[in-house]
């Protein structure tokens, strides 16, 4: 492990060099508007197979498996190229490994899932970030990730 990792792992490490919570979740407000978008797109695409009417009851499953899925896809392809979404983008921060290394397929999809169980618990996944000494929440510690200032950004202004 990189001295930078380890330096990020120890308790009380600079805080002023990790994002704040209220950065992130204006992020991720960006990025779940942007969500919502390419899912009505999604859903429009499977109209012609469902004659353009609703989903049935016997295809909720099979629809809701495939919107989580376009979601995964949505965030996963951001973070493995680049460990930026639009949202991380617009607020200049990325998503990288302790080594500030890109994620790779299976960091994405574990930290999507956790993500996801953060939510089921009312957020308090995220909101964990709040307490923790390394500001980092449910997700950043299973995926083994975290969540930085973009460095390049901040050299273009």
């Known amino acids: 492990m990189s001295l930078k990792a380890k330096e990020l792992l120890k308790p009380g490490h600079n805080i002023k060099a990790t994002p704040g ?3 992130r979740l204006a ?4 990025d ?5 978008a390419l899912l009505f797109v999604a ?8 004659s353009g009417g609703a989903v049935i009851s016997q295809q909720t499953l099979i629809y809701r498996i ?4 376009i979601s995964f896809f949505f965030y996963g392809w951001f973070w493995t ?5 639009l949202g ?10 302790l080594d500030q290394k890109p994620i790779s397929w299976t960091q ?13 618990f009312s957020g308090l996944g995220f909101l964990w970030m709040l307490i923790d000494k390394n500001k980092r929440s449910w997700h950043d510690y299973l995926s083994k990730t975290a969540v930085f200032f973009d460095s390049q950004a901040a050299h273009r202004e």
């Open 21 to 23: 919570f209220l950065r």
């Open 27 to 30: 992020a991720q407000i960006y």
């Open 32 to 36: 779940f508007i942007l969500l919502i």
């Open 43 to 50: 859903t429009a695409l499977l109209l012609p197979f469902t």
């Open 66 to 69: 495939y919107l989580t899925l």
């Open 81 to 85: 190229h680049g460990g930026q979404t």
């Open 88 to 97: 991380l983008r617009a607020w200049k921060i990325k998503v990288l490994t």
């Open 108 to 120: 994405a999809l574990l930290r999507f899932a956790a993500a996801i169980v953060s939510w089921i």
